[in-house]
């Protein structure tokens, strides 16, 4: 009989659990049929997007697209992190790593559009366009024997029929200046070279220049070219310009700066909540550890910027000149989506040497209000006087003790005020109308023969003033509707100067000549010359005693 009972308590447990889940799935179905559809499923956090969605889709009222809702969604809830936590839609993702990567694959050619026409604007050297011998000039009608003209002609359609895999061919049709009918061409795509150093040449027989738009793949090789052909001419000081650099990979910053530090320097730190400390170092094996430098920035340069200017400036290795800097101290990671989609998400905050992280600060969920910083900053003058700019973050010292301060970029050790003197409503009107940009073009376009006798920027700006090229753009911009204003054209003069025989000069040489051009002026460039003439290349205490009683007594 106890065998009985034993066998009979081996069925009780199984017994009970079988009850145990009839009675959730009877409880759950009668929950669900007459309460309100609430989900059955444990209502975490981590959860509810989903739930809502698949709730959404059931249920609403309209035939709606999910997919659609997502990719809207996506940006604003990564807006509630931080301003720089961002998704990147598949279509996009690649172009917004282009300029990064250091190349492309496509036919080569730079264009704007002008009447519903693409009009290319220059040819990249040694690119598909420039061996089958299409034209800065021409101007693009068809696309693989398609009329390609009119309302359909935008930037991106544009892109996306010239860009291409490399090794594919695409058909064009072109106009060119003195051929009655349209020219054709079948181009073979290919990879297309981005760089990221604009200018590279020497200020006179001691001083070498480098301008660099960004950080990428390449950049730190093209840096060391460009001061391999300073090298040669014999440069015995080095201005690195970072103005307008807005920034891009740390790792390329990193190897930049180790070329002008000795050896075991700390160049960055990052850390973050589920990163752990991470240090970097240089190596010692940079070729120009003692060779003067200065460093230029203003309130766009940012990110990888920023990391290469406070490495120079709290190791007290050059001296910085210019404005404030952007103040971008956050670190993010690219993290890729099945479809090809990105988010770039922020996963620690980086930190110069003398221990400050110069994220300037901003409220959660408030993109737009960080956005306006820079507005806000030109408002209350701070691009004009240095004792405008108000920095709230900690103070910390730099390897010989001078202040630093955390908390909204890097200041700079010289300060340079932007010069807005010359600014008067009818340059201003010309500019945002884009008349002087249509003037430039047509005037290259209708006389590219004879300007292509000039093959540097000082010439060609000697023939266009002697052509009173602005002049001529005066009588265009009053036929445009642009009412002549004699006394705001004398006070803008020297931009009116620099606005159209830059242009022109961009349009007909290379960027180096372009950047040669519009440095020949520049104050910033000039204080930076001023300071190397004096031998005020490495920052001592004293120097940033004087300054700061100098901008007190300013």
């Known amino acids: 009989m106890s065998n009985n009972v034993n066998r009979n308590n081996r069925w009780v447990p199984i017994i009970i659990a079988v009850s145990v889940i009839a009675g959730i799935i009877i409880g759950t ?9 609430r989900l059955n499923i444990i209502n975490t956090s981590s959860n509810k997007l989903n739930d809502l969605l698949h709730i959404i889709d059931d249920q609403y009222v309209d035939t709606i697209n999910i997919a659609n809702i997502v990719e809207q969604s996506m ?18 993702a690649q172009a917004a790593n282009e300029d990064l990567k250091g190349s492309f694959s496509g036919i080569g050619v730079q264009f704007t559009i002008r009447e519903d026409t693409v009009q290319v604007t220059g040819i990249i050297k040694g690119g598909p366009s420039e061996k089958v011998g299409l034209l800065a000039g021409d101007k693009i009608v068809t696309v693989d024997d398609e009329p390609y003209v009119g309302k359909i002609v935008t930037n991106e359609e544009t892109m996306r029929r010239l860009k291409g895999e490399k090794g594919t061919e695409v058909k064009i049709g072109v106009q060119r200046h003195g051929h009655k009918e349209p020219l054709s061409f079948t181009i073979v795509r290919g990879d297309i070279p981005l760089k990221s150093i604009d200018a590279t040449y020497m200020i006179n027989k001691d001083l070498g220049y480098v301008k660099i738009k960004n950080f990428g793949e390449t950049t730190y090789a093209e840096l060391l070219v460009a001061l391999a052909e300073l090298e040669v001419e014999g440069f015995r000081g ?33 850390q973050g909540r589920r990163t752990r400390r991470e240090e970097f170092r240089s190596d010692g094996r940079g070729s120009y550890q003692e060779l003067p430098i200065i460093v230029l920035i203003d309130e766009r340069s940012a990110s990888a910027s920023e990391i290469f200017s406070g490495a120079i400036q709290d190791n007290d290795r ?42 300037k600060p901003y409220v959660k969920g408030q993109s737009q209000e960080y956005e306006m910083d820079l507005d806000i900053r030109y408002e ?7 004792d405008s700019i108000h920095q709230t973050g900690e103070a910390y010292t730099t390897s010989i003790g001078r202040t630093v301060y955390g908390g909204g970029g890097i200041m700079p050790d010289y300060f340079v005020a932007e010069d ?26 209708n006389n590219r023969e004879q300007l292509n006798a000039y093959k540097n920027a000082a010439e060609l700006e000697k023939h266009l003033r002697k052509q009173r090229v602005v002049d001529q753009f005066i009588r265009y911009a009053d036929k445009k509707g642009i009412k002549r204003r004699n006394n705001m054209i004398l006070k803008s003069q020297h931009l009116f100067e620099q ?28 204080k930076a010359i001023e300071l190397f003439k004096a031998q005020k290349t490495k920052p001592t205490l004293d120097d940033q005693a004087r300054n700061k009683a100098a901008d007190t007594d300013a």
């Open 238 to 270: 080095l201005i690195v310009d970072l103005r307008g650099n807005g920034g891009g990979y740390l790792s390329a910053a990193i190897q930049m700066v180790n070329e002008f530090l000795p050896k075991d320097r700390l160049i960055v730190y990052t």
């Open 29 to 37: 179905f009668f929950s669900n049929r007459f309460a309100g559809n």
């Open 499 to 526: 606005a159209v025989y830059g242009s022109i000069i961009y349009n007909m040489l290379e960027m180096n000549d372009y950047v040669q051009y519009l440095n020949h002026d520049d104050p910033t460039l000039k």
């Open 380 to 386: 209350r003058g701070e691009f004009f006087h240095q």
């Open 75 to 92: 940006p604003k809830i990564l807006e509630e992190l931080d301003p720089h936590s961002t998704y990147i839609k598949a279509k996009d």
């Open 420 to 445: 807005t003197s010359a600014i008067t409503p009818y340059y201003t009107e010309c500019v945002i109308k884009g008349t002087i940009a249509q003037f430039c073009f047509e005037y290259t376009d």
């Open 318 to 359: 050059g001296i910085i000149v210019g404005r404030r800097s952007f103040g971008k101290g956050l670190v993010q990671q690219p993290i890729e989506f099945a479809d090809g989609s990105l988010v770039h998400l922020t996963i620690a905050r980086y930190y110069t040497p003398s221990g400050r992280c110069i994220q």
